[in-house]
Nanobody, 124 residues
Framework: QVQLVESGGGLVQPGGSLRLSCRAS????????MGWFRQAPGKEREIVAA????????YYANSVKGRFTISRDNARNTVYLQMNSLKPEDTAVYFC?????????????????WGQGTQVTVSS
């Protein structure tokens, strides 16, 4: 069992930055790939970024490529999402998820454990 707790969301102006953190409980965090997903009102949940268990393979959605950075610290059981050059269309609830062992997946249904979500609002 893995429990995930996100933090770091908030209100930011367009062009600003935020860093989301997701801390996991349990000793097996380093076995899991991790993903960040987001869901805007009236839209389906979509993947933002994913990282494999050792942190050397990474995926980004085209919409965030070059602006967002996913990373993980297995010693701290934490995965991060650094978000720069934020746009109003990045406004959503952001979720972290623990997924397949080893390699990441871009499919939400591949992820077994989810955090409660943190709101990110980009507005002037």
């Amino acid at each position: 069992q893995v429990q995930l707790v996100e933090s770091g969301g908030g209100l930011v102006q367009p062009g600003g930055s935020l860093r989301l953190s997701c801390r996991a409980s349990g000793r097996t965090f380093s076995y899991y790939s991790m993903g960040w997903f987001r869901q805007a009102p009236g839209k389906e949940r979509e993947i933002v970024a994913a990282i494999n268990s050792v942190g050397d393979k990474i995926y980004y959605a085209n919409s965030v490529k070059g602006r967002f950075t996913i990373s993980r610290d297995n010693a701290r059981n934490t995965v991060y999402l650094q978000m720069n050059s934020l746009k109003p269309e990045d406004t959503a609830v952001y979720f972290c998820a623990a997924g397949p062992l080893g390699a990441y997946s871009t499919r939400a249904d591949s992820y077994d454990y989810w955090g409660q979500g943190t709101q990110v609002t980009v507005s002037s």
